[in-house]
T-cell receptor, first 119, second 110 residues
Framework: GAVVSQHPSWVICKSGTSVKIECRSL??????MFWYRQFPKQSLMLMAT?????????EQGVEKDKFLINHASLTLSTLTVTSAHPEDSSFYIC???????????????FGPGTRLTVL | GQNIDQPTEMTATEGAIVQINCTYQ??????LFWYQQHAGEAPTFLSY????GLEEKGRFSSFLSRSKGYSYLLLKELQMKDSASYLC???????????FGTGTRLTIIP
């Protein structure tokens, strides 16, 4: 149980375009999802916490108008990188807070990640 | 705030045992997680500790001492596929987020 999918797995786009990344919990409902980015050989950096039916909570320094998050259902959250630029190229990973009974904790289960390259 | 410290890199030999340490400082401790991340892939959940002691799961064990703010991940009978980064993450009460350490890159050599 607790499988999270992410789509697309990789995307290449031109500077100035927008890219949407989807994160789905496949076999459980996730009221809370998280979006991270990771640069090569660095750890995960939390961008925002996404709660179903409400506005996302962004971490300090993350532009909410640039990284739009929508958590419209209990199984889907989307991240849209608007007007992408080369410095936005990164590995974007979502996670979903899994069912308590699996581990007895608020364990986060990660999607496979999306590698974004902006030319 | 929260502060998590773990070694940047470690090397170990196939078939041996390795211990990866993690120290943390946090207010309202609410559990410690270990994740494994292979290069270019997303992290996968390994273990969770909220009470003091050792949790064993096959070749992997995780230990926690809340009074010392200390945990370790123990990997036995190392295999080449265990080469990966190991991330220590801490939860805090009243906060949905996890704070991740920078990860320990473990290399297994024949």
């Amino acid at each position: 149980g607790a499988v999270v999918s992410q789509h697309p797995s990789w995307v290449i786009c031109k500077s100035g375009t927008s890219v949407k990344i989807e994160c789905r919990s496949l076999d459980f409902q996730a009221t809370t999802m998280f979006w991270y980015r990771q640069f090569p050989k660095q750890s995960l950096m939390l961008m925002a916490t996404s709660n179903e039916g409400s506005k996302a909570t962004y971490e300090q320094g993350v532009e909410k108008d640039k990284f739009l998050i929508n958590h419209a259902s209990l199984t889907l959250s989307t991240l849209t990188v608007t007007s992408a630029h080369p410095e936005d190229s990164s590995f974007y990973i979502c996670s979903a807070r899994g069912p308590w009974d699996l581990t007895g904790a608020d364990t986060q289960y990660f999607g496979p990640g999306t590698r974004l390259t902006v030319l | 705030g929260q502060n998590i410290d773990q070694p940047t890199e470690m090397t170990a030999t196939e078939g041996a045992i390795v211990q990866i340490n993690c120290t943390y400082q946090t207010s309202g401790f609410n559990g410690l997680f270990w994740y494994q991340q292979h290069a270019g892939e997303a992290p996968t959940f390994l273990s969770y500790n909220v009470l003091d002691g050792l949790e064993e799961k096959g070749r992997f064990s995780s230990f926690l001492s809340r009074s010392k703010g200390y945990s370790y991940l123990l990997l036995k009978e190392l295999q080449m596929k265990d080469s990966a980064s190991y991330l220590c993450a801490v939860g805090s009460i009243g906060n949905e987020k996890l704070t991740f350490g920078t990860g320990t890159r473990l290399t297994i050599i024949p």
